[in-house]
């Protein structure tokens, strides 16, 4: 199942992936929507690099494409250090419970905007 963000609406959407055997997992609104095998297994993230949302690179670090972009908003990004439980994604989606993450936890303070991008105040699970 794809998932789908052309709605219009907030979805709360999460990505796991484990090192040791490439297993990743993707969800919509606590909702598993694709898993598999494989993905990089074995190739740790190492500390010191850039994380970039919402543009695709055509190598690293650099030559994008404008007309590769994400439009819309984003909200409320949190990255852990270990996967999550399925429990644990459909209780962030539903708003039961809101977990920080343990390697990024978004905040206004940490997040620089590039490219003409603006800041909105945002209220999660409204």
């Not at 740790?44 to 970039?52: S, Y």
Request: charged share 20%; glycine share 12%.
């Amino acid at each position: 199942m794809p998932i789908i963000l052309t709605d219009g609406k907030w979805h709360h959407v999460c990505m796991t992936w484990a090192t040791r055997d490439g297993q990743w997992e993707a969800y919509q609104d606590g909702v598993k929507k694709g898993s598999g095998q494989n993905l990089s297994a074995w190739h740790p993230i190492r500390p010191g690099g850039v994380f970039i949302m919402g543009q695709e690179q055509d190598m690293m670090g650099g030559r994008f494409d404008v007309t590769q972009s994400f439009v819309g908003d984003m909200a409320d990004l949190q990255l852990w250090s270990r996967v999550l439980t399925a429990s644990e994604i459909h209780s962030q989606a539903s708003c039961e419970v809101h977990l920080a993450g343990d390697v990024v936890s978004w905040s206004e303070e940490t997040v620089e905007l590039h490219g003409g991008l603006t800041k909105s105040p945002f209220v999660p699970c409204h």
